[in-house]
């Protein structure tokens, strides 16, 4: 009876740590490739991880939010994958670049293409979008998605993450939005660090050529003064020798 006893108890401690340590984490996300400023724009990944061990991921949507529509959603052409844009009627126009938008993307679809596509048992994929312009009145956006496998099980990611409260089980993708520069410029700032480093190496380099000609310029100098005061001194010289003949 003891013997049984123990053996039961080792099994719901076993399945207990396995509940324990199964990865919570592993949820559909978004993550911007740089950093995403608000009234900028980014490509952002929608990172799919497959949480089952008998079923592949077959397709993916992602609902874009309509309390704060992008104008501009371009999704990065996928191998394996169809790709479907959704627009919808907007209440109120938005402007870009001085047109008027009466249509904005509200959701896109991936689809794996075959049989063999998808994101197979313990693969991720990440989905590329580019959005903008993101709004500058918010410090996040929410993106509802839902992940479909291949043995016909949904799993929706649309719970939203109250303030003070636990994570949810099934928490939508969010994308963290940061504060413009101050100089007025949005978005990732690595092309700007790229035009600076650039300009700083022409003017080192631009810097290094003016020492050089200086340092040139001297050598010569201080070449021809020596090469007069020899040529000083054999005059000299040779005047002696014929004064004394």
């Known amino acids: 009876m003891k013997a049984s006893r123990l053996a039961a108890t080792g099994a719901v401690a076993a399945t207990a740590v396995v509940v324990l340590s199964s990865p919570a984490f592993?949820?559909?996300s978004v993550q911007a490739e740089g950093t995403a400023a608000k009234g900028?724009?980014?490509?952002v990944d929608f990172k799919v991880p497959n949480e089952r061990d008998n079923a592949s991921t077959t397709k993916l949507e992602v609902n874009f939010p309509a309390d704060h529509p992008l104008a501009?959603?371009?999704p990065e052409p996928m191998p394996g994958w169809k790709i479907e844009v959704t627009k919808s009627k907007l209440a109120?126009?938005?402007?870009?670049h001085g047109e008027q938008i009466t249509e904005a993307v509200s959701k896109v679809t991936w689809t794996a293409a075959g049989k063999d596509s998808g994101i197979q048992p313990g693969y991720f994929e990440k989905f590329p979008v580019?959005?903008?312009?993101?709004?500058e009145d918010a410090d996040e956006l929410v993106f509802k998605a839902i992940q479909t496998y291949s043995n016909k099980e949904v799993v929706r990611w649309i719970e939203v993450q109250e303030d003070g409260a636990e994570e949810p089980e099934t928490p939508a993708p969010v994308l963290a939005l940061s504060a413009a520069s101050e100089d007025g410029h949005h978005g990732s700032a690595s092309a700007e660090d790229a035009d600076d480093k650039t300009e700083n190496a022409a003017a080192t380099t631009e810097a290094a050529a003016s020492d050089s000609s200086d340092t040139t310029a001297r050598v010569l100098?201080?070449?021809g003064i020596v090469i007069g005061a020899l040529g000083v001194a054999y005059g000299v010289l040779a005047g002696r020798r014929r004064s004394d003949a």
């Open 92 to 96: 109120k126009p938005l402007e870009l």
């Open 221 to 223: 100098g201080v070449v």
């Open 26 to 28: 592993a949820h559909v």
């Open 72 to 74: 501009s959603v371009m």
């Open 40 to 43: 900028g724009y980014a490509v």
């Open 130 to 135: 580019s959005i903008g312009a993101l709004p």
